[in-house]
């Protein structure tokens, strides 16, 4: 079993439609939580960063974290055709260590 | 801007070839990584580097080495390279004084070895 479970998708919606990503792990000790987003012939970029349980927002974007459970989200409102990409998500136990990242989900939102 | 280059966007090598995959930084980051992505394996971490001279293995690191001589240019060696390296291969850097873990990637080599 992997240490970070996600979809690979390919996740097809409606332009506007609200996007729900998900990621599982099985390592209680990940304190820090990150989702990544990866365009299509480019590297990863830092999308969203989170600190053990709760919400963040940013815009469209919000992170959320159950800790109990060991499930991340990602949820994209308004979703638009530029939100088409990969969406990884990655986790550590403490600043600075390794990253463990999840397979990767791919978002498709149609106009 | 953190800038992070490699050396080629595609490459194709023939089985027993030697190959070398180029990584440079201009940040003055400390940290450097190369991982290989493979379709629902996500990032896997080859080899790291927290120093000039300096690395450590990752996940994966049979069948590569690795070069830093300094600071901002990390190298990833294939010493004979076989089909099942035929992979996207990304570079990534990152300061020790960053809090928040952001890796910075490179766009990414796309091999193909036959």
């Known amino acids: 079993q992997k240490e970070v479970e996600q979809d690979p998708g390919p996740l097809s919606v409606p332009e506007g439609a609200i996007v729900s990503l998900n990621c599982t792990y099985s390592n209680s000790a990940f304190q820090y939580f990150m989702w990544y987003r990866q365009y299509s012939r480019k590297g990863p970029e830092l999308l969203m960063y989170?600190?053990?349980?709760g919400n963040k927002e940013d815009g469209r974007f919000t992170a959320q974290v159950d800790k109990s459970s060991k499930y991340i989200s990602l949820f994209i409102r308004d979703s638009q055709p530029s939100d088409s990409a990969t969406y990884l998500c990655?986790?550590?136990?403490?600043?600075?260590?390794?990253?463990?990242f999840g397979g990767g989900t791919r978002l498709m939102v149609k106009p | 801007d953190v800038k992070v280059t490699q050396s080629s966007r595609y490459l194709v090598k023939r089985t027993g070839e030697k190959v070398f995959l180029e990584c440079v930084q201009d940040?003055?980051?400390?940290?450097m990584f190369w991982y290989r992505q493979d379709p629902g394996l996500g990032l896997r971490l080859i080899y790291f580097s927290y120093d000039v001279k300096m690395k450590e293995k990752g996940d994966i690191p049979e069948g590569y080495s690795v070069s830093r001589e300094k600071k901002e240019r990390f190298s990833l060696i294939l010493e004979s390279a076989s089909t099942n390296q035929t992979s996207m291969y990304l570079c990534?850097?990152?300061?020790?004084?960053?809090?928040?873990?952001?890796?910075?990637f490179g766009p990414g080599t796309r091999l193909t070895v036959l």
């Open positions: 990534a850097s990152t300061t020790e004084a960053g809090a928040r873990n952001e890796q910075f």
């Open positions: 940040m003055d980051h400390e940290n």
């Open positions: 990655a986790m550590t136990y403490n600043a600075g260590n390794m990253l463990t």
């Open positions: 989170t600190y053990s349980s």
